[in-house]
């Protein structure tokens, strides 16, 4: 987990909502490095979750199906 993300292009989540569950992730990073960052949006400022692309991968496939 890092907090350095000021460089990176963050996408808000198309899944999220006005209620406050907001995620973004940088895919340019994660295009370059093989690794997903993914925060919080409501605190740009606080630690980034970095995750291997096939974990990522894995993870939106199981929410998209419903599988979690």
Do not use: Y
Not at 3 to 16: D, F, I, L, M
Not at 45 to 54: E, F, K, Q
Request: charged share 10%; proline share 9%.
């Amino acid at each position: 987990m890092t907090t350095e993300s000021a460089t990176q292009q963050w996408v808000k989540s198309s899944h999220s909502n006005n209620g406050g569950s907001c995620v973004e992730w940088a895919p340019a990073t994660a295009s370059t490095t093989g690794t997903v960052p993914v925060r919080d949006s409501k605190n740009p400022d606080g630690p980034v979750l970095t995750l291997p692309a096939p974990a990522f991968s894995a993870f939106i496939t199981g929410i998209t199906s419903g599988e979690l």
